[in-house]
């Protein structure tokens, strides 16, 4: 089947390896201030929550490409729990080749194709309109992580409640999946509301807590 299923793409799309994505956590603010407010505004459209995946259907992705202000939107084309099973039409394919998409076989077929911001509303619509059984999944995003405040002497209480150190930064903090009660005593807080790293500045992981 797969062997079937290359010859039928490599007629239909154009193959190429993909510009590489980002990894999981970024301090620059961009993904979380100009990435994920398109990603939220299309939540009704079959949103997946951001560290879930679906086996049951095909997802469309958005990851950001490394060391670039575009993002990568991967489409899936087999279903996740079957991986001999198409999950795609001929004429579904060839749209997507008309939109420049091309296809990379990272052990399943995805079509990926580079988007800047200003254009990246109108690629996920375009393809969430072709692929209706599609969920549109987060899973390497909105890679965002939340400063802490930790004094020295409480470093394991902290590692305890899943706190990290980042050597590069010099600050404490946790990615956002794994916040939980037990850091609300190391957040960096403004007003009541808990502040993302990429909003934070001048963290100190010597200071007491600010309460």
């Given at each position: 089947?797969?062997?079937?299923?290359?010859?039928?793409l490599?007629?239909?799309?154009?193959?190429?390896?993909?510009?590489?994505?980002?990894?999981?956590?970024?301090?620059?603010?961009?993904?979380?201030?100009?990435?994920?407010?398109?990603?939220?505004?299309?939540?009704?459209?079959r949103?997946l929550?951001?560290?879930?995946?679906?086996?049951?259907?095909?997802?469309?992705?958005?990851?950001?490409?490394?060391?670039?202000?575009?993002?990568?939107?991967?489409?899936?084309?087999?279903f996740?729990?079957?991986p001999?099973?198409?999950?795609?039409?001929?004429?579904?394919?060839?749209?997507?080749?008309?939109m420049?998409?091309?296809?990379?076989?990272?052990?399943?077929?995805?079509a990926?194709?580079a988007?800047?911001?200003?254009?990246?509303l109108?690629?996920?619509?375009?393809?969430?309109?072709?692929?209706?059984?599609?969920?549109?999944e987060?899973?390497?995003?909105?890679?965002?992580?939340?400063?802490?405040?930790?004094?020295?002497?409480?470093?394991?209480?902290a590692?305890?409640?899943?706190?990290?150190?980042?050597?590069?930064?010099?600050?404490?903090?946790?990615?956002?999946?794994?916040?939980?009660?037990?850091?609300?005593?190391?957040?960096?807080?403004?007003?009541?509301?808990?502040?993302?790293a990429?909003?934070?500045?001048?963290?100190?992981?010597?200071?007491?807590?600010?309460?």
């Amino acid at each position: 089947m797969r062997h079937f299923a290359f010859h039928t793409l490599q007629r239909l799309i154009p193959f190429a390896p993909p510009e590489v994505a980002q990894g999981d956590l970024e301090v620059d603010g961009f993904w979380l201030k100009s990435v994920w407010p398109i990603i939220q505004a299309l939540n009704e459209r079959r949103f997946l929550r951001e560290g879930r995946s679906s086996l049951e259907r095909p997802n469309v992705r958005p990851v950001r490409i490394a060391r670039t202000n575009r993002v990568r939107i991967d489409v899936g084309l087999f279903f996740p729990n079957d991986p001999n099973r198409f999950a795609f039409s001929e004429e579904q394919v060839v749209s997507l080749a008309k939109m420049e998409f091309k296809v990379y076989w990272p052990g399943v077929p995805v079509a990926w194709k580079a988007f800047t911001v200003d254009d990246l509303l109108l690629g996920l619509t375009a393809v969430l309109d072709l692929f209706p059984g599609y969920r549109l999944e987060c899973r390497t995003g909105p890679d965002r992580r939340i400063d802490l405040r930790v004094p020295f002497d409480r470093n394991g209480e902290a590692k305890f409640y899943f706190a990290k150190w980042d050597p590069m930064t010099t600050n404490w903090y946790v990615p956002e999946c794994l916040w939980n009660d037990g850091l609300e005593q190391f957040a960096l807080r403004k007003g009541t509301e808990i502040i993302p790293a990429c909003h934070s500045s001048g963290a100190d992981s010597s200071s007491p807590p600010k309460r």
